[in-house]
């Protein structure tokens, strides 16, 4: 157990060298209210936490920074996320309250928002196509002889189709037809959707199975593994080594390793992994902080930001937490 003296000591060290980079000395620490105790016992004090691995030297007679160990001693000391500001909680009110369109370009828009609200590079991913179920499908005629199949998926992903009909299918029997698909479809998976049984009318039969066949060759083309990524310019102003940064968006390029780490971070049943923690060897530096994002009570993907382990986690946390809220919900809307 940390006493409460080493535990404000540490947590001024880790507070002042994500605002100022520089490595922090024991006068410093010394002369904040929450520490309150001569330089000489902060030297002390800072010694047996190098010692026991939450603090580092990066070279002799400089002051101390935080190790993995000590950012994961701070960020599990935190009661809570910090408050947005008020300017950026009605940023994220006006966002949401105006976002429409695909689901794709959503989640781009939402990488973009959350990326401006924390300064770091943030992810945003969808559910697979073969993860999500069907939650509405509708037959909508657009002439005589043409309609559009519309499936709406539990991730909030709207898959379209036109397909062909005969002279003789009107409104009725599009409107029999979309009954008679959501009887059977809602709640199978679209890659995979339940077997459609005959309805006893021949035309509600044929723009059923048109309608199945076209839906499943669309849902077949999705990107399983999609990610939409913000702000990776922001990256270059997080660290001072341009091989850190080259690492860095090297990995942001990979859209499998991206969304692998955020899934595995949620399946852990963490928010914050800290350096090594992922398990990115190249993203070393880095931390993330992710949360998944619900659809209807369903998870849908998460959301997340990636930037420097002298990350500031009560803001990202904040921002985080807000975004995947309002954007469940926006979709569950949809």
Known sequence: MMDERRAAILRAVVE??????????????????????????????????????????????????????????????????????AAQRHQVSAFFAEAHGALEEMLADTSRLLSGLTDYAALVTGAPSDDATIRSVQLVGLSDRVALAVMVLSNGAVTKAHLELDDDTGDATLAAATAHLSRWMIGTTPLAPASVPSSGDAAVDQASRRAVAVLGEVAGEGDPGQVFVGGTSRMVAAFDAVDSVRKVLGILEQQYVVVSLLRDVVDRGQTVAIGVEHGVEPLAECSVVVAPYQVEGETAGAIGVLGPTRMHYSQALAAVAMVSQRLGHRLSDN
């Open 16 to 85: 002042e060298y994500i605002e100022t980079a520089q490595p922090v000395g024991s006068s410093r620490v010394a002369r904040l209210p929450a520490v309150a105790v001569s330089p000489a016992t902060v030297r002390h004090e800072m010694a047996v936490l190098e010692q026991d691995g939450y603090l580092r030297q990066p070279h002799t007679s400089a002051g101390r920074v935080p190790t993995d160990k000590g950012y994961r001693r701070f960020v599990d000391s935190l009661v809570s996320p910090g408050p947005l500001g």
